[in-house]
């Protein structure tokens, strides 16, 4: 296990990611949604464009066959052609002898029926076709090139750089116009649409692939750092404000124990030992003053009164001190209330998370909810004292070692609470002595923290225990009563 307090680092991990990729997938699909939008622009304006061409070829060949080959048909054909680059040849029938091929004249029978011009496939010629229509004035075909049909100049795709294939098909040919660049990619987008003739009846499909690289790396890294600086920037926000009120906290411990131990006690004592101590100095004084004035009996019995009044009053300021002490350790149990011991043991850990993940402690804690009869703040200071004597004592011994297990556990009428450390323990002598109090085997130690503790858990009905833990180090078990259910 990780040492304490180390384990959000995961989870500060895992919001960056899942952000991250939310971001990155945001972006991912709003660029590939405007690659569509200006996909399908284009296949629209090339559906447009390649309409009319057709249209154009059915008006042509309309006006062809309504008036008579002209007497200088191929002067004629040549403007044409130079007009629409696209009409390789313009034939004639009957004046120029025999159709090229057997169909010509079945496709020239179908456009007497059905006043339509037919297109002739040229199987042998991919991306050329013949146009035949039958008129009053005699039958024209026209043999056209596709790929000159289309106007470069207004088309939408630069023509050897874009990555759309453009495909026409009529019937199972299929021409292609534009090869498209670019292989293979994680998406496709399509159209295919049939072109508006009624006489050709050709389809136009345009393919496009997108590849990994054409997603907005920059822009998709950029989220990803962008989101991290954030949660770092939330991070460092919430730890300092976690530091502050953890050291507010500690501070109010320290104030909360100090009051208790030194100033209750100091203040009562004051007070107490004050008219005593007055009556000790007045009775003791007039003493004096009449053992050196006189010599007579009743001077000497005066004397002897007074300072028997002195005994009197020291035996009072004994009394008081015996009183403050008994006060400290059996004070009224009405403070007590029903507590979440694991509760309180948490908020401790956590208070003094900085401490063992610099100390590098693995905490194992295994804590029930159980509620026993404390009260907060007492419960809190012996639960700290324990687990700082346990870190102070853990660094003693190599990182690799420093274990502290607290386990709480119901046990009859008792919640029992067990911190135990692998640190350097303590000698059986020492072992007597450890709620002793100014009791301290440490250079800067007070030694009021054991026997503090051990004050405040009488007060609540409890007691604590020191023990050896096997292989090495401290068990020190807490006993304070279960409050009824
Ligand atoms: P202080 O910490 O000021 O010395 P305490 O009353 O808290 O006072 O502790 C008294 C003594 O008990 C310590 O000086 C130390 O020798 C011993 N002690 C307390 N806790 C442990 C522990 N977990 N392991 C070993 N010795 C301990």
Redesign the pocket.
């Known amino acids: 296990m990780k040492p304490w307090a180390r384990k959000p680092e995961r989870w500060w991990l895992l919001a960056w990611a899942l952000g991250a990729l939310l971001a990155a997938t945001v972006l991912a699909q709003w660029r590939l949604g405007t690659l569509r939008e200006a996909f399908d622009l284009d296949a629209r304006i090339a559906h447009r464009l390649l309409s009319q061409r057709l249209a154009q070829h059915d008006a042509v060949l309309v006006t062809l066959t309504l008036y008579s080959a002209p007497a200088d048909a191929a002067a004629a054909d040549a403007t044409l052609r130079q007009l629409y680059p696209q009409f390789l040849q313009v034939l004639r029938q009957p004046s120029e002898g025999l159709w090229p091929a057997a169909q010509w004249a079945s496709a020239e029978a179908r456009s007497r029926q059905t006043a339509q011009a037919q297109v002739l496939p040229l199987p042998a010629s991919p991306g050329r076709y013949g146009l035949l229509r039958a008129g009053p004035q005699g039958t024209v075909a026209l043999l056209i090139e596709l790929s000159a049909a289309v106007p470069w100049a207004e088309w939408p795709l630069p023509r050897d750089t874009s990555p759309v294939q453009v495909t026409v098909w009529q019937g199972g040919q299929a021409w292609l116009l534009q090869p498209g660049q670019g292989g293979q990619g994680a998406w496709a987008f399509e159209v295919r649409k049939p072109l508006a003739s009624e006489s050709q009846a050709f389809g136009l499909q345009l393919q496009r692939q997108v590849g990994w690289a054409e997603l907005p790396w920059a822009a998709m890294l950029a989220a990803a750092l962008a989101w991290g600086g954030l949660l770092a920037l939330w991070r460092t926000w919430r730890r300092q404000r976690e530091q502050k009120s953890r050291a507010e906290e500690l501070l109010r411990l320290g104030q909360v124990s100090r009051l208790n131990a030194l100033g209750e006690l100091a203040a009562g004592l004051a007070h107490e030992l004050n008219q005593p101590l007055t009556a000790i100095v007045a009775n003791t004084q007039a003493a004096r003053r009449l053992l050196d004035e006189g010599e007579a009996e009743e001077d000497a019995s005066a004397a002897r009164q007074a300072m028997s009044q002195a005994v009197d009053q020291a035996h009072r300021a004994a009394d008081v001190v015996a009183r403050l002490r008994r006060t400290v350790a059996r004070p009224e149990a009405s403070d007590r209330m029903a507590l979440d011991v694991a509760q309180a043991v948490q908020r401790t850990l956590h208070l003094l998370a900085p401490e063992l993940a610099r100390a590098e402690v693995q905490v194992q804690p295994d804590l029930p909810a159980l509620q026993a009869l404390a009260e907060p703040v007492a419960l809190e200071q012996v639960i700290h004292?324990l687990l700082m004597?346990?870190v102070q004592?853990l660094a003693q011994v190599p990182v690799p070692e420093r274990r502290l297990d607290i386990q709480l556990h119901a046990e009859g009428p008792w919640a029992v609470l067990r911190i135990a450390?692998s640190?350097?323990?303590?000698s059986e002598d020492?072992r007597r002595r450890?709620f002793e109090p100014f009791?301290?085997?440490?250079p800067e130690?007070?030694?009021?923290?054991?026997?503090l503790c051990e004050t405040l858990l009488t007060r609540l009905d409890g007691r604590i225990e020191a023990s050896h833990h096997a292989p090495r180090g401290?068990v020190f078990t807490i006993h304070l009563p279960l409050a009824p259910a």
């Open positions: 004292n004597n346990a004592a450390d640190g350097p323990g303590f020492t450890l009791f301290s085997t440490k130690g007070m030694g009021l923290g054991l026997s401290a």
